[in-house]
């Protein structure tokens, strides 16, 4: 089954840190695009972060930028995303997506995660 399954979820208190991780099973993610989205319920889905298939370029919403890093390791078919300095605002379900191409082609992906839920409060 070609599939995404999040993990690395939790609650954690403001200022503290998680990191998810995404591998890839049945697939390889050479060649993917990856991208990390969150969405609350009845609220619209927000692209956080994005890296290319080689890893040498990343993008990040300005919401997360400077305390979120998006990494990959092809060897271990595997995307994390660290995330630093955590806000309440911060809370919501996180999902990986892959998709061939570039970032702005993340909305079409062909899979997505399961989805993992990330809630900051004290």
């Known amino acids: 089954q070609l599939q995404l399954v999040e993990s690395g979820g939790g609650l954690v208190q403001p200022g503290g840190s998680l990191r998810l991780s995404c591998p890839a099973s049945?697939?390889?993610?050479?060649?993917?695009?990856i991208g990390w989205f969150r969405q609350a319920p009845g609220k619209e889905r927000e692209e956080v972060s994005c890296i290319s298939s080689s890893g040498g370029s990343t993008k990040y919403a300005d919401s997360v930028k400077g305390r979120f890093t998006i990494s990959r390791d092809n060897a271990k078919n595997t995307v994390y995303l660290q995330m630093n300095r955590l806000k309440p605002e911060d809370t919501d379900v996180y999902y990986c997506?892959?998709?061939?191409?570039?970032?702005?082609?993340?909305?079409?992906?062909?899979?997505w995660g399961q989805g993992s839920q990330v809630t900051v409060s004290s």
């Open positions: 997506a892959a998709v061939r191409g570039l970032c702005v082609l993340l909305k079409f992906a062909n899979y």
């Open positions: 049945g697939f390889t993610l050479d060649g993917y695009v």
